[in-house]
Nanobody, 124 residues
Framework: QVQLQESGPGLVKPSQTLSLTCAVS??????????WSWIRQPPGKGLEWMGA???????YYSPSLKSRTSISRDTSKNQFTLQLSSVTPEDTAMYHCARGSLSGLGSTNEYDYWGQGIQVTVSS
């Protein structure tokens, strides 16, 4: 009953900032005690947890991406946003948003709902 839908550009130039939005329906992003994550999968690689925003608005980030990652939300629209700055071709991946619990932070297998994903290519 909870649905997540990613949206944003499919192509981004190197050095630019990638901005993706996850629209949530069937459940509020402020409901206790859920966490809303961004997870990506580069070609030929496994899933990589990037970060999350909690029901409270608190944010959490992967140490490897923290310096370039910002997650925010718009509660009036029931959506949350990923911003990844200074992108390179290594950031090319399928990007997913997903809902999980506290145990999902830093993990890729503790989620009950996933968006279908959006392919993002970083290329000049």
């Amino acid at each position: 009953q909870v649905q997540l839908q990613e949206s944003g550009p499919g192509l981004v130039k190197p050095s630019q900032t990638l901005s993706l939005t996850c629209a949530v329906s069937g459940g509020s992003i402020t409901t206790n005690y859920y966490y809303w994550s961004w997870i990506r999968q580069p070609p030929g690689k496994g899933l990589e947890w990037m970060g999350a925003i909690a029901f409270s608005g608190s944010t959490y980030y992967s140490p490897s991406l923290k310096s370039r990652t910002s997650i925010s939300r718009d509660t009036s629209k029931n959506q949350f946003t990923l911003q990844l700055s200074s992108v390179t071709p290594e950031d090319t991946a399928m990007y997913h948003c997903a809902r999980g619990s506290l145990s999902g932070l830093g993990s890729t297998n503790e989620y009950d709902y996933w968006g279908q994903g959006i392919q993002v290519t970083v290329s000049s």
